[in-house]
């Protein structure tokens, strides 16, 4: 259920095809309106990092971009017959000479928004485009076997004559993930989860997204959901102060979407039939506990919890100790960077 880091860079190379040039900016524009030029675009990953599977990729580039109304030039859907376990990715596409160019690149798009895809005529179109995460999980409704990715660039001009530099993009995730561990603390405590019993619930995360972030426009009105997971198997470990000792250990994950939080739907976490001891019926848990502040992990001020944010992975760490249970930080960092969001329990 876990994917290790992504943070995938897309190089773009504007190459214009030779044509005067004019010493007027309107006029350069208007010449521009009838040049077509190449955009180079090469997909990599950086050093040292896990190749995550690519099916599909789209390339929507407008122009005039900044006006009230950009212009749709190139719509370019590429797919793999298998996925690639790379995202050594290189395409080359003519597009016509602007300007105020941005380009948006979609990796792995829900199959079922394809249509929807093919048929943008306007760059509002784009930006209404939903999904849910429904669409996305595998059979097993617990992993997402390819993850969708966006980015978008803009201010990309082309101009005759002038050197050719390339431009980088941020390609992140289209959903955020929540990660919760089970940790021991205490010399001679121990912990452990009982297949059948164990549950961890997060309440109100949400499935539904626009598919295209960047330009302010998180959904609306997105509907709250739970969901719950169930331990398969049983497992018991004691705490230990040896340097390599496994006192935390990954219990589950879950999908959630971009949300903003109101007071009356903001996440919290159930957790039942967690072991504190040695006998069976050594078990705590906990009940709709809030998750109300962010901390950064590198340090930091304490701030409110106000949404989830997509492309980044949220770690609750339910620890196992002689208190009870307590929320003691939330601390916020990028899926993209090897970096995570932790929330602490104290159980």
């Known amino acids: 259920m876990r994917c290790k880091p992504l943070y995938s860079i897309i190089?773009?190379?504007?190459?214009?095809?030779?044509?005067?040039?004019?010493?007027?900016?309107?006029?350069?524009?208007?010449?521009?309106?009838?040049t077509r030029a190449l955009l180079s675009i090469d997909l990599t990953q950086n050093a040292g990092e896990e190749q995550v599977a690519i099916k599909t990729v789209r390339f929507v580039i407008f122009g005039n971009a900044s006006s009230s109304i950009p212009y749709l030039d190139v719509n370019e859907f590429h797919e793999e017959a298998t996925p690639l376990e790379t995202t050594d990715i290189k395409a080359v596409i003519e597009v016509k000479g602007n300007s105020d160019i941005m380009a948006i690149v979609i990796v792995n798009e829900p199959a079922g928004l394809k249509s929807d895809l093919d048929n943008i005529g306007s760059l509002s179109d784009l930006k209404n485009i939903e999904f849910t995460i429904a669409q996305l999980l595998n059979n097993s409704k617990e992993e997402i076997a390819l993850m969708p990715m966006t980015g978008i660039k803009q201010g990309i001009y082309v101009k005759p004559g002038e050197a050719v530099n390339p431009v980088s993009m941020t390609v992140e995730?289209?959903?955020?993930?929540?990660?919760?561990?089970?940790?021991?603390?205490?010399?001679?405590a121990q912990t452990g989860y009982i297949n059948g019993s164990t549950t961890v619930t997060m309440h109100n995360?949400?499935?539904?997204?626009?598919?295209?972030?960047?330009?302010?426009?998180?959904?609306?009105?997105a509907l709250p959901l739970d969901k719950t997971w169930t331990a398969g198997s049983s497992d018991?470990?004691?705490?230990?102060?040896?340097?390599?000792?496994?006192?935390?250990?990954?219990?589950?994950?879950?999908?959630?979407s971009e949300r903003a939080f109101t007071d009356s739907n903001k996440p919290t976490i159930s957790m039942t039939n967690i072991r504190k001891g040695a006998q069976p019926t050594d078990v705590i848990g906990v009940t709709r506990q809030e998750l109300g502040q962010i901390t950064p992990t590198g340090g930091g001020q304490s701030q409110d919890f106000e949404g989830f944010q997509r492309n980044n992975v949220y770690q609750i760490t339910a620890k196992v100790g002689k208190l009870g249970i307590q929320i003691v930080r939330v601390s916020v960092e990028p899926w993209g960077d090897p970096k995570n969001i932790d929330v602490d329990v104290e159980l």
């Open 11 to 34: 190089c773009l190379l504007l190459v214009a095809f030779l044509f005067s040039c004019s010493k007027n900016a309107v006029e350069f524009d208007e010449q521009l309106s009838n």
């Open 173 to 188: 995730r289209a959903v955020s993930r929540v990660d919760v561990y089970l940790q021991v603390t205490d010399g001679g």
């Open 205 to 221: 995360l949400s499935h539904e997204s626009v598919l295209v972030n960047g330009f302010g426009n998180m959904k609306a009105n």
């Open 236 to 256: 018991t470990w004691i705490y230990s102060s040896a340097a390599d000792a496994k006192n935390r250990r990954l219990l589950c994950s879950f999908y959630t």
